[in-house]
């Protein structure tokens, strides 16, 4: 069975680069009950798998777990979304392997043509033209995720899908852990402006000293989700 929960989370809702994604993969490092290594052992003992994501727009938690275990894998998935401890230890590991491997991927003509690709379409002030840089791992408050997570990773930013072989039971307690009783605290959102009429047509390159591939990105700005042909286009 797979659980989904998703938020009104992305990106373009922080105050300082990566606090949503941070906020979202260090979930599942430490809470006021248990260390990291005892939520690890605990999703493993019960043979679940716990992912996170965050891209412009969304943040998704996304549980995978045995039917028989159901009950034990949603109770540790309650307390990491609701009361994360984001320990200042876990947030400079994952900020030094989260540095490394975006200087990794900076490395690839792939990464680079996207990059310059959207800032292209929709300027580099604009959410989806913002991204981040190493340096932007060097500083990131706790204070700043744990405010973000109160924020926007409540229930009133939340859907909850839940897909497999499921019960009626699994739906109620389901609904008991997330959907009994608010969490997390209520304030008026504010996302950064998405509209823009920045647009700059025409041939971009980017110069990458010493590689061997080449990559190519072609493409324009189109209607928003909204509009009736967007899933034909997806």
């Known amino acids: 069975?797979?659980?989904?929960?998703?938020?009104?989370?992305?990106?373009?809702y922080q105050q300082?680069?990566?606090?949503?994604?941070?906020?979202?993969?260090?979930?599942?490092?430490?809470?006021?009950r248990h260390s990291s290594q005892q939520i690890s052992e605990h999703f493993d003992?019960?043979?679940?798998?716990?992912?996170?994501s965050a891209d412009k727009d969304f943040a998704k938690l996304t549980v995978y777990f045995l039917a028989k275990h159901f009950?034990?894998?949603i109770e540790m998935v309650d307390e990491i979304v609701k009361s994360?401890?984001?320990?200042k230890a876990e947030?400079?590991?994952w900020a030094q392997r989260g540095k490394q491997n975006l200087m990794v991927e900076l490395e690839k003509t792939s990464t680079l043509s996207r990059i310059e690709f959207y800032k292209s379409i929709f300027g580099e002030n604009h959410p989806y033209g913002i991204f981040a840089q190493p340096d932007d791992y060097d500083n990131l408050p706790k204070s700043n995720l744990k405010y973000f997570h109160?924020?926007?990773?409540?229930?009133?930013?939340?859907?909850?899908?839940?897909?497999?072989?499921?019960?009626?039971?699994?739906?109620?307690?389901?609904?008991?852990?997330f959907g009994k009783n608010t969490w997390g605290k209520s304030i008026t959102k504010s996302a950064a402006d998405l509209n823009t009429n920045y647009s700059a047509p025409g041939e971009r390159f980017v110069h990458k000293p010493n590689a061997v591939q080449?990559?190519?990105k072609v493409g324009r700005k189109l209607f928003t989700r909204t509009h009736p042909d967007c899933p034909d286009m997806m």
């Open 1 to 12: 069975c797979r659980l989904d929960i998703i938020f009104n989370a992305g990106s373009r």
């Open 16 to 32: 300082q680069k990566l606090e949503a994604v941070a906020s979202m993969s260090l979930l599942t490092e430490g809470t006021s």
């Open 45 to 52: 003992f019960y043979g679940s798998f716990v992912g996170s």
């Open 71 to 73: 009950d034990k894998t």
């Open 84 to 87: 994360p401890s984001y320990p």
């Open 91 to 93: 947030i400079e590991t």
């Open 150 to 177: 109160e924020s926007y990773l409540n229930s009133g930013d939340a859907t909850l899908l839940l897909s497999g072989k499921i019960t009626d039971r699994q739906i109620e307690i389901v609904q008991e852990h």
């Open 214 to 216: 080449t990559a190519i």
